[in-house]
């Protein structure tokens, strides 16, 4: 069985660039969720989709969007980027709330 | 919002020790979950636990769901070199604004020496 792939695995953008990171999740899970985890930081949660619907987002401003598809693949976009926004972006799948697989997660680098 | 303190944030022990880590929270968790993240990777789930007062083993690693809900801890028994990594606790509400969303401690980074 396929885990949760994440592409780019790197990215690197310049200050007020937009970025886009895509995920699609484990074959059968409905549900994604997307975390960035910052340097010497936890993971901080970010949006949950379920069955194409925005469920849940974190405290984190509007710049910070996505959607899902009919597949239930993802996307995370990030416009405007700062420099604070460099992370690993993680994904994760799953069928319900707590057996998450994440996806080994998106580098962005922004300069 | 939750918040969860996990401690301690990084421990350097030899081979064939024993090893424990702890979570506490603030605010009450109906579940509680223990990650390990290797360089490079997304975490993995080691254990999860649904009810206070749990206590649950996954081979050498062992966790309980404290009963008051706001603590958890994680012991890793006679740890080998492969246990190098950062674990993460994280707690579930399943209530309100947090339904669906996991809170992260901010890891124990383990270091085994052989």
């Known amino acids: 069985e396929a885990g949760v792939t994440q592409s780019p695995t790197h990215l690197i953008k310049t200050r007020g660039q937009q970025a886009t990171l895509r995920c699609s999740p484990i074959?059968?899970?409905?549900?994604v969720y997307w975390y960035q985890q910052a340097l010497g930081l936890g993971l901080q949660f970010l949006l949950w989709?379920?069955?194409?619907?925005?469920?849940n987002r974190g405290n984190f401003p509007p710049r910070f969007s996505g959607r899902q598809f009919p597949n239930y693949s993802s996307e995370l976009n990030v416009n405007a980027l700062e420099l604070e926004d460099s992370a690993l972006y993680l994904c994760?799948?799953?069928?319900?709330?707590?057996?998450?697989?994440f996806g080994s997660g998106t580098r962005l680098t922004v300069v | 919002g939750q918040q969860l303190n996990q401690s301690p944030q990084s421990m350097f022990i030899q081979e064939g020790e024993d090893v424990s880590m702890n979570c506490t929270s603030s605010?009450?968790?109906?579940?509680w979950l223990w990650y390990k993240q290797d360089p490079g990777e997304g975490p993995v789930l080691l254990i999860a636990?649904?009810?206070?007062?749990e206590l649950t083993s996954n081979g050498r690693l062992t966790a309980q769901f404290g009963i008051t809900r706001k603590d958890s801890f994680l012991n890793i028994s006679a740890s080998i070199p492969s246990d190098v990594g950062i674990y993460f606790c994280?707690?579930?509400?399943?209530?309100?604004?947090?339904?669906?969303?996991?809170?992260f401690g901010q890891g124990t980074i383990l270091t085994v020496h052989p």
């Open positions: 074959s059968g899970h409905t549900s």
């Open positions: 989709y379920d069955e194409g619907e925005e469920r």
């Open positions: 994760a799948s799953s069928l319900d709330l707590y057996g998450y697989t």
């Open positions: 605010s009450i968790f109906n579940t």
């Open positions: 994280a707690g579930h509400w399943a209530g309100g604004t947090s339904y669906g969303k996991l809170t």
């Open positions: 636990l649904y009810k206070a007062g």
